[in-house]
């Protein structure tokens, strides 16, 4: 393998650890208030996930687990709830919800400084404009990602797999500010292969295994993968080809440890950043 993996596990390790000492300079511990609704068993593997994360970062942790059958007024009244909380400095509702309720009402009922995974429509305006109070988690992960290996997108042509306001978008814009040229692919777009292979850096967010073969990637370029699938034997696994295109790229994420960890760092670096800023407002 000839690529350089760009381990995302190690560098969140890192930054929990930094994070760790911010939380503890602060005036009050900083809290996460962590919304899961219903049982579906993925979101409660993130969920668990999320509080060792807080439990590492010193970030108080408060777990609210509703029934399936909890009904749209109740849970807006819970995030309600956390709104007025002084002692709460982010909001994250775990999705998908269970069929019936209203994601998008949701997320808008979460006060903008409270919305640390950036899903406020405020929030995804202030990025747009390029004055973001806090950055998506999984691009802002990429993008430091690719920060501590030395790799600029300035000037590079990049290239995003996925138009999902969660990751593709966002990550077309995080990589526009640092003065890249990005071309956005989707289900869409006519030969995607060779839209793949014009590019510097190669940004994968679709969800299907297998998509991106060694034909479609050009040699040298980056490559991450920030899908997370199943193969037929239930491991975790990305779009990209991993063993073919290692041996073509001169850099690629694994599946796991690459983006996954970053997603949830910078999660913990948004709440304990919305802490700071609420903090010093009490001040």
């Keep these: 393998m000839s690529a350089v993996l760009l381990d995302g596990k190690a560098l969140s390790a890192r930054m929990r650890e930094r994070l760790g000492q911010e939380a503890a300079a602060l005036p009050r511990q ?4 962590v919304i899961l609704v219903g049982d579906d068993p993925a979101s409660a593997v993130y969920v668990r996930n999320k509080e060792k994360d807080c439990a590492q970062c010193g970030v108080r942790c408060l777990n609210h687990h509703l029934p399936a059958e909890t009904t749209q007024q109740e849970l807006l009244a819970l995030v309600e709830d956390m709104n007025r909380r002084e002692d709460v400095d982010g909001i994250l509702v775990q999705l998908p919800l269970p069929e019936g309720l209203d994601s998008r009402a949701v ?11 950036a899903f ?6 202030r990025l747009m404009l390029g004055l973001p109070r ?7 992960g990429v993008m430091a990602l690719l920060r501590a290996y030395g790799i600029s997108p300035a000037g590079k042509h990049c290239v995003v797999i996925g138009r999902s306001n969660i990751v593709g978008k966002p990550m077309a814009l995080l990589l526009l500010a640092e003065d890249a040229t990005v071309t956005v692919c989707h289900s869409r777009t006519p030969d995607l292969a060779e839209q793949c292979r014009r590019a510097d850096i190669l940004i994968s967010a679709v969800g299907r295994r297998g998509l991106i073969t060694s034909d479609m990637v050009k040699p040298g370029a980056v490559v991450v993968d920030v899908a997370m699938n199943r193969n037929e034997e239930g491991k975790l696994c990305g779009d990209v080809d991993f063993a073919a295109v290692a041996e073509k790229a001169a850099y690629i994420t694994p599946v796991p440890g690459g983006v996954g960890p970053m997603t949830r760092a910078m999660l913990m670096e948004n709440t304990i950043s919305a802490s700071r800023r609420r903090q010093h407002k009490e001040d």
Excluded: M, Q
Excluded at 30 to 33: D, N
Excluded at 107 to 117: M, T
Excluded at 120 to 125: A, K, L
Excluded at 134 to 140: I, S
């Design 30 to 33: 900083p809290g996460l208030a």
């Design 107 to 117: 997320l808008e009922a979460i006060r903008p400084e409270k919305d640390v995974d």
């Design 120 to 125: 406020h429509p405020e929030n995804v305006g």
């Design 134 to 140: 806090f950055l998506p988690c999984t691009p802002a």
